[in-house]
């Protein structure tokens, strides 16, 4: 049990880091309501859908890190309330 508990959290640990570079590779949203405001947009209507592909991905990218982060940690918590259960009854 306590293997399992050590993989997961070396799991969890690594899916956190891969989230935390999908947010900082997403582009900035400021950018996008400066030209909405009126702001110089140097940005064709190609340029802005080349980029729309990358962006969707790492948005999908983010909810899926996101929902897999949720579903160990509360697995892990489990687990550790199951292996401290019997430990505590001795």
Known sequence: MQTLEIILSVVL???EFILIGVVLAQK???ESLTSIMGGNSTESYFSKNRNTS?????G?????SMVV??????VLMVLFAIAAVPA???
């Open 60 to 64: 999908l990218a983010t909810k899926i």
């Open 88 to 90: 505590a009854t001795s």
């Open 54 to 58: 990358r962006e969707a991905k790492l």
């Open 28 to 30: 900035s949203k400021t």
């Open 13 to 15: 640990l690594i899916i």
């Open 69 to 74: 982060i949720v579903i160990l940690a509360l």
